[in-house]
């Protein structure tokens, strides 16, 4: 499969933007037209979750309605309507003996996604994948095959009516755990394996993987109410970052108070957090207030991704970052501060892939940030740091021109 | 040593260029002076090495002079005289809802550098690492031990006379391969691994490491004589491509003649490589001639580093690509044409870090390309790809800046 999909990568690098996104909305109309046959294969999906006792807020994820299905459609056509990062010029210069220097974007060639539960991975990382001139192969969950079949039937023979090969986009069968070994193994037939899901499959991935991996997603994030923070505001954006939504790798799971601003902020942010049913494991300081369980080692380093938070007084801002740099996964921190230097010190001192100031860490999003698509957050340092657009799924060739240089 | 290293490099991520230049500058004055013991020591790894039977070649790659090691220290002010990639904006905009976005470049944190015999590597490294604000831990090889470790007590002096941690610099024990698999697992402590050596080497580092890798080096480059080349042309190239330098990655490997030309062509060029000591592996074209050997198909797989090439006459230019699709490493192709079309089809369809179009194979260089300093040449397509400088040397974060921005 990895090799039909370099065969296709060759064909689909080529391709104009014209024919990649003409292909684009014709998988966005093809999905659209197969509403039936897809909503009752992944009727058939969500039915054995049920009858295999899969938890109810697992199976919502799996589920596919009209509603889900015409999102998923407009996806791509927005993806058609971004710009084409290939070919683009990052770098170019004459240099002095007159070779023509240019730095080109291109495709990687074939990329591997391998990814849990959410049919729309299938579709937004095959329309991603496609724009930035990559075929791509996908490997969903067992849970979903039946869904995934479905929608990359209608994909493949989308992007063949659009004069594309069918194989820019493959399902790689979900029925055996070595389909994902050979995944991890195609060191050379695969250019990049991106994995998106729970913690435990990225690190089987990272750790098992010779081809380059990009690690996604982790979020175990901060939110620091420094000593010169407005109050209001810092309740607001704990507030936001922790409950707006809690299964998401930006939404906070840890916060860290000033000693100097902790008398008053403390029952504050107690009370508000309670009323909305958030369960605070606090340290000393937090758990002398009522309702609040004393906290672990053990939950300083977790992602909840539920309405619990981590929470502790630091006696300044280097020991707010030095919390930050033990348990923090390196995704998104938050400061509140009216403190300039304060700002300008925890922006430096913090490296994580994205650093709020006074703004709520459920920013850190492909959409929000205006980069339009994204297939993933990179929570690692090589090649993409943050959310990932089309950009991100690119790789650059240097094209240099002579007329008979030699050294 | 790798946490050590850690928190050097928060201080690093810190310094100022004025600070980072002045260690550099104090690093080249100190390795001029302190040349005695640095010969002395690296005359006791060329007494061992020459003892134990190494043969004369490696033995000159690990042998200091005064003029290699003042060539060292020009290379550090070189470095000191580049600007400073750390802090620069790459990407930057005030978003509708007034969220004020910028993404920095940052520097990775901790770089890990193993590789094979000769200590200049030492110092680059350290200075571009430094430069680019990463610590640095080098494993070098057993036989340069002794020069490794002196030129490393002397850069860590230096920087600590320049106000910044010895710990920047740490040298790696050669004394046993466990500190390469130490190096290999140390996933989060180490942001990132580049090897630098042979093939066998660098696949150990790839296929073992947990640690992001980037892969450097193995080029098997082909030149592409069209059948619209000016032979004149042609034959230079394809000589210097060839001989001006046979042990370096961007040295030409494989000859690939179009046959509308093949019969002007070859004998030219077998005659020409012939004066040059130039083994030729041909195909049953080239093999009809005059001292030719046949080639097998591991020939073709072949990067000789040394007075030998693989050759073979193709059908046409399309052929010419999906041999090198084939074979190549994805290091350097060229083609030599006059045909325009020809040109555009071949740097479009081949897929390596360069192409050059009419000039040598040997410009892959970041010297060459005008990008300064080089700490290697990525043959891989995640991350950086082709020469890397300082800019290759860094990642990005996001900092986002609002006055109470929730979702």
Redesign the interface.
Known sequence: MARRARTAS?EL??ATRATKDAALETMAAALLAAEAEVLAANAEDCARAEAGGTPPNVVDRLRLTPDRLAAMAQGLRDVAGLPDPVGEVVRG?T??NG?E?R?LR?P??VVGMIYEARPNVTVDAAGICLKSGNAVLLRGSSSAAGSNAALVAVLREAAARAGLPADVVQLVPADSRDTVTHLMRA?GDV??LIPRGGAGLIQAV??GS?V???ETGVGNCHVYVDAAA?LD?AL??V???KT?RTSVCNSAESLLVHQAVAEEFLPRVAAALREQDVTIHGDAAFAALEGVLPATDEDWGTEYLALEISAAVVPDLDAAVAHV?RWSSGHTEAIVTGDLAA?RRF???V??????????T???DGG???FGAEIGIST????A??PMGLTEMT?????????????
Do not use: C
């Open positions: 060759h690098a080529l210069s240099l002095a070779l220097l730095q291109v990687f060639g060191r250019d990049v990272v750790q010779t380059p991996v990009i407005d505001m607001a954006i507030l936001n970052s707006q740099r700002a922006t430096a001192m490296d994580s892939a994205a650093v709020m100031v006074n703004a709520s459920r920013f850190t929000e940030l205006g690692q340092k090589l090649h740091r943050g790789s650059t060739k240097f094209v240099v021109t002579g007329d008979g240089h030699v050294r």
